[in-house]
């Protein structure tokens, strides 16, 4: 079974003040954050996965000592098995390792070692997530429409292609989807975005994006982790919607 050893930071755990990275009060469980403070934040926990010919997202979850751990897909990691290079909002890049990915859910641990400070995401409870409610999706474009009609490589762009979606929570069905995901929203999703965080109101953490609008192969994503499908009208809902793995449904240990 997959499981993400460590142990990762308390709701109000946040970078050192000396830190280099962005820093905020801790707000209170009821408290919003300005949409700016959600960008900035967002901005510097999500960073950019490059393994071999693939290139997605990823987000800052834990650190210990000179080591920080990030979570992104599976599907971006890919079967690469060698070093991973990582950039991070200071535009620094890292060699960074696989540490664990799993065979039943589209998710995947990632390692790097740095002297350098950065801030590291606060976690959210996914399970409170309601439909209707706003979330903010962060990553890396891998194309961008930068002039009518032309779309534009960005992969050697470096941090420059960040990108924050805004949208609301269209579906929360009451079974997992193959792959974990179970998160449904209105937020445009694109190739790169992939890995990247789904941060509430508040700025915490509550899935990890994965699946853009209208997902090739219909037939297989769209179908509940226990074989069956949903009915034809809620196949055509989901279609509509970006897709995301919720916190919840991560086999996170030693998360306070």
């Known amino acids: 079974m997959f499981f993400l050893g460590v142990n990762l930071p308390a709701a109000d755990s946040r970078t050192p003040s000396h ?28 960073v950019r996965i490059f393994a ?8 800052i979850i834990n650190r210990s000592g000179q080591g920080y751990t990030l979570i992104t ?35 995947a641990v990632l390692q790097f070692n740095s002297s350098r400070s950065y801030q590291v995401a ?28 032309q779309m534009q490589d960005t992969r ?21 989807l193959v792959e974990g995901y179970q998160l449904g929203y209105t937020n445009d999703i694109r190739s790169g975005m992939s890995g990247g965080p789904v941060f509430n109101q508040r700025g915490e953490l509550i899935a990890i994006n994965g699946r853009s609008k209208f997902a090739l192969s219909a037939d297989k994503v769209y179908r509940y982790t226990d074989g069956s499908a949903p009915s034809p009208e809620q196949v055509q809902q989901m279609k509509a919607l970006s897709w995301a793995i919720p916190i919840s449904n991560m086999p996170l240990r030693g998360m306070s």
């Open 19 to 46: 830190s280099a990275a962005y820093t905020m009060s801790s707000p209170s469980a009821s408290e919003n954050l300005p949409p700016a403070s959600v960008s900035e934040m967002a901005r510097q926990v999500t």
């Open 52 to 59: 071999n010919r693939s290139v997605g997202s990823g987000v």
């Open 73 to 107: 897909n599976a599907h971006v990691v890919g079967n690469h098995s060698g070093n991973f290079m990582i950039l991070t909002a200071d535009g620094q890049m890292h060699g960074g390792r696989l540490i664990s990915s799993s065979n039943h859910l589209d998710l």
């Open 122 to 149: 606060t976690m959210g409870d996914s399970n409170r997530v309601a439909v209707g409610e706003k979330v903010m999706a962060a990553g890396f474009p891998n194309w961008l429409n930068t002039t009518p009609g």
């Open 156 to 176: 050697d762009w470096g941090n420059r292609p960040f990108q924050l979606t805004e949208g609301q929570v269209g579906m929360v069905p009451n079974r997992t």
